[in-house]
């Protein structure tokens, strides 16, 4: 049974910048692609970026393209979210999700695995 975790999150003044870590364990996540998800306050979850299994591809929404970044490191069955000049509006807990496709997919009903999430708050 695979677990993903995430790490990284905390209370930033807008503008800052976040890195947020997903680390896989349990199973090995190299051959997945990987996706960052987040969830406002009365909001649905949404959509951020996400990663094939070999970092080639990498997809983002337009809220945060030339913002964040999202990249891989197999070797440590870890994914990365950067997060630069954050926004109040970016804030919401952040979730790591992995889809056992090589492909990845920007809808969240095609991962099947999921973390806990980190909370990210951005103030004004």
């Known amino acids: 049974q695979g677990q993903l975790a995430e790490s990284g999150g905390g209370l930033v003044q807008a503008g800052d910048s976040l890195r947020l870590s997903c680390a896989a364990s349990?199973?090995?996540?190299?051959?997945?692609?990987m996706g960052w998800f987040r969830q406002a306050p009365g909001k649905e979850r949404e959509f951020v970026a996400s990663i094939s299994w070999s970092g080639g591809s990498t997809y983002y929404a337009d809220s945060v393209k030339g913002r964040f970044t999202i990249s891989r490191d197999n070797a440590k069955n870890t994914v990365y979210l950067q997060m630069n000049k954050l926004k109040p509006e970016d804030t919401a807990v952040y979730y790591c999700?992995?889809?056992?496709?090589?492909?990845?997919?920007?809808?969240?009903?095609?991962?099947?695995?999921w973390g806990q999430g980190t909370q990210v708050t951005v103030s004004s």
């Open positions: 999700a992995a889809r056992d496709y090589v492909n990845a997919r920007t809808k969240a009903y095609e991962y099947p695995y």
């Open positions: 349990g199973r090995t996540f190299s051959n997945y692609a």
